[in-house]
């Protein structure tokens, strides 16, 4: 995640989450009831955010958004 995001991060998550602070962004380990609606809010953070792991949901994920693509 940017940066920027921290606070939505840890509103979304809570406190506790781990965080793994570089120097404009950060890693959080998080555990996520995946979904199109999680989908969505990764997508609503354009280029600000990343799954980076597992392989199975960035999988997932690219094929929802190209789904969405199609359409267009």
């Known amino acids: ?3 920027s995001l921290v606070g ?7 406190s506790n989450v781990t965080i793994i602070p570089s120097e404009k962004t950060f890693t959080a380990h998080l555990n996520v009831a995946v979904s199109p ?3 969505s ?3 609503g953070f354009g ?10 949901v ?3 994920f ?7 693509r199609k359409i267009y």
């Open 1 to 3: 995640f940017d940066n």
């Open 8 to 14: 939505v991060v840890i509103d979304r998550f809570g």
């Open 37 to 39: 609606y999680f989908y």
């Open 41 to 43: 809010w990764i997508v």
């Open 47 to 56: 280029n600000k955010a990343k799954i980076l792991s597992p392989e199975n």
């Open 58 to 60: 960035k999988n997932d």
């Open 62 to 68: 690219l094929n929802h958004i190209e789904e969405i």
